[in-house]
């Protein structure tokens, strides 16, 4: 396996960065018959010009060009929390269809997150509260797909790093607990890699940990906020921003796209 490119450090994210030079993750040998999942958070469509847009991020959405696509930050952050995107239009225009969110609730999602999945069938949703001092949720969805069923889970991690590292354990038992393979992916609010990361609580099970792709701020990419990890680690064959001139203004974040191999030998036993 290796980084194209860049090395995951800061320094040379900034390297990259003024190069503009995006980095990616590529594992060789990927197959030519892959799912692709992509993780966005949208800043509550507001864009990096201060303009409240949800069209933009409809057609960024579209762009990706991803059958299963998870979302942060898809509601109104006080009040209602309505949800902000045309969820029925962008399913006319992509086919992604979203999950179903809570019962009672006006927002598209479970804390902000939402799952747009094509051409699978849902078996279960589960809406998790995470702990930590920040009101943080994720989404636990198992799909049928192509005849392999696996679990995704969505999820918008804390800002403090106490709050991360005790999410990211919450998340591990859910994973644990499903006995089959496995994408956890978000924003997960960690840029470290190593003993310093608050998801170091994720190993072994999950990887690759040091796929660590710079996609805040969405101008000028280098931190690596979005994360996107599977398990097993070789589901994952490759991860990369969505870097276009619309996905850099509609939102501080870029999106992020990985292919992930889901053949049926992949499933675990």
Same mark, same amino acid.
């Given at each position: 396996?290796?980084? %194209?490119?860049?090395?995951?450090?800061?320094?040379?994210?900034?390297?990259?960065?003024?190069?503009?030079?995006?980095?990616?993750?590529?594992? &060789?040998?990927?197959?030519?018959?892959?799912?692709?999942?992509?993780?966005?958070?949208?800043?509550?469509?507001?864009?990096?010009?201060?303009?409240? !847009?949800?069209?933009?991020?409809?057609?960024?959405?579209?762009?990706?060009?991803?059958?299963?696509?998870?979302?942060?930050?898809?509601?109104?952050?006080?009040?209602?929390?309505?949800?902000?995107? !045309?969820?029925?239009?962008?399913?006319?225009?992509?086919?992604?269809?979203?999950?179903?969110?809570?019962?009672?609730?006006?927002?598209?999602?479970?804390?902000?997150?939402?799952?747009?999945?094509? %051409?699978?069938?849902?078996?279960?949703?589960?809406?998790?509260?995470?702990?930590?001092?920040?009101?943080?949720?994720?989404?636990?969805?198992?799909?049928?797909?192509?005849?392999?069923?696996?679990?995704?889970?969505?999820?918008?991690?804390?800002?403090?790093?106490?709050?991360?590292?005790?999410?990211?354990?919450?998340?591990?038992?859910?994973?644990?607990?499903?006995?089959?393979?496995?994408?956890?992916?978000?924003?997960?609010?960690?840029?470290?890699?190593?003993?310093?990361?608050?998801?170091?609580?994720?190993?072994? !099970?999950?990887?690759?940990?040091?796929?660590?792709?710079?996609?805040?701020?969405?101008?000028?990419?280098?931190?690596?906020?979005?994360?996107?990890?599977?398990?097993?680690?070789?589901?994952?064959?490759?991860? %990369?921003?969505? !870097?276009?001139?619309?996905?850099?203004? &509609?939102?501080?974040?870029?999106?992020?796209?990985?292919?992930?191999?889901?053949?049926?030998?992949?499933?675990?036993?």
């Amino acid at each position: 396996m290796n980084i %194209e490119q860049r090395p995951r450090t800061l320094p040379k994210s900034l390297v990259a960065a003024l190069q503009k030079t995006p980095m990616r993750y590529a594992k &060789a040998g990927t197959p030519s018959a892959s799912t692709t999942v992509a993780s966005y958070n949208v800043h509550k469509c507001v864009g990096v010009d201060n303009v409240f !847009d949800p069209e933009r991020v409809a057609t960024v959405i579209s762009e990706i060009d991803a059958d299963i696509v998870a979302l942060q930050e898809a509601d109104e952050r006080f009040g209602r929390r309505a949800g902000l995107l !045309d969820l029925h239009r962008l399913q006319r225009d992509t086919n992604l269809v979203p999950v179903e969110p809570p019962r009672h609730s006006t927002g598209h999602g479970w804390h902000g997150n939402v799952l747009l999945v094509r %051409e699978g069938a849902i078996r279960r949703v589960e809406h998790l509260k995470l702990p930590g001092v920040e009101p943080r949720g994720a989404l636990v969805v198992d799909i049928e797909r192509k005849g392999v069923e696996f679990r995704v889970i969505a999820a918008h991690l804390g800002l403090l790093r106490h709050s991360r590292a005790l999410q990211a354990a919450h998340l591990l038992e859910h994973a644990v607990a499903g006995n089959r393979p496995t994408i956890l992916l978000g924003d997960l609010n960690e840029w470290r890699v190593g003993r310093r990361s608050s998801l170091e609580t994720l190993l072994p !099970d999950f990887g690759p940990i040091e796929a660590a792709i710079p996609s805040f701020p969405s101008r000028f990419p280098l931190l690596a906020l979005d994360r996107i990890l599977a398990s097993p680690h070789d589901l994952i064959t490759s991860i %990369e921003t969505h !870097d276009t001139p619309t996905a850099r203004m &509609a939102s501080d974040h870029l999106p992020l796209k990985a292919r992930v191999d889901l053949a049926p030998s992949q499933q675990m036993v």
